[in-house]
């Protein structure tokens, strides 16, 4: 079964605007990674974040975690019409342990 | 480097006909995953090998799913006989072994249609 819920399921902002997909889980983890799918492609690694960590950034991608209430958000700022994919959070419950998906938010970044 | 590789993209073929897919991993990477994506879910874990060792196929049918990866480098997925519900994209990925933090490294995935 699918560990993570992404919300919501799809999201259309105009470009220049900033875009935030939330994540649930349901049992504790070691790690939680974000992860992008552009149409017809392979999911390419965004950022990771630790169990023990509460915020990371990456140019312009910022992650939360909060563990207490088992979910995550990932915001994209000044979005651009090449951030149009299928965004994932996937869990890590421990060591070198197979990624656990959600079902993903499609964004769609409107020129 | 190389990223993960994957054959063929496509493939198209008839219910209970048989099928494979193909992986190379990114070099000296231990660790190489298979799952299946049903359009509109996300990536669901088939198989996980460590070397050339099976660590986790609890989620593989296996009456009609099989995988190996010989000398622990390439791996075949294959199906036998195909049902309608295997019509997916079949991702590879790969990982480097040891690390807590591990980040997996996908290939394009092979789309697969059964008719």
């Known amino acids: 079964s699918q560990q993570g819920e992404e919300d919501p399921q799809a999201l259309s902002i105009q470009e220049g605007e900033n875009a935030t997909m939330n994540c649930s889980y349901k049992?504790?983890?070691?790690?939680l990674q974000w992860y992008r799918q552009n149409s017809g492609r392979g999911l390419v690694h965004l950022i990771l974040?630790?169990?023990?960590?509460r915020e990371k950034h990456s140019g312009r991608l910022r992650v939360t975690l909060d563990t207490s209430k088992k979910s995550s958000s990932l915001l994209i700022t000044a979005s651009r019409a090449a951030d149009t994919a299928s965004y994932f959070c996937?869990?890590?419950?421990?060591?070198?342990?197979?990624?656990?998906f959600g079902k993903g938010t499609r964004l769609s970044v409107i020129a | 480097e190389a990223g993960v590789a994957q054959s063929p993209r496509y493939k198209i073929i008839e219910k209970r006909q048989s099928v494979a897919f193909w992986c190379n991993p990114i070099?000296?990477?231990?660790?190489l995953y298979w799952y299946q994506q049903i359009l509109g879910q996300g990536p669901k874990l088939l198989i996980q090998?460590?070397?050339?060792?099976?660590?986790?196929d609890s989620q593989l049918p296996k009456d009609r799913f099989s995988a190996e990866r010989l000398k622990g480098v390439d791996s075949t997925l294959k199906i036998q006989p195909a049902k309608l519900e295997d019509s997916a994209v079949y991702l590879c990925?790969?990982?480097?072994?040891?690390?807590?933090?591990?980040?997996?490294?996908f290939g394009a995935g092979t789309r697969l249609s059964v008719l």
């Open positions: 049992t504790s983890i070691n790690n």
């Open positions: 990925a790969s990982s480097s072994l040891g690390a807590v933090e591990s980040i997996q490294y």
């Open positions: 090998f460590q070397n050339n060792g099976v660590v986790d």
């Open positions: 070099s000296g990477h231990a660790t």
């Open positions: 996937a869990t890590v419950l421990s060591g070198n342990t197979p990624l656990v």
């Open positions: 974040i630790r169990s023990n960590e």
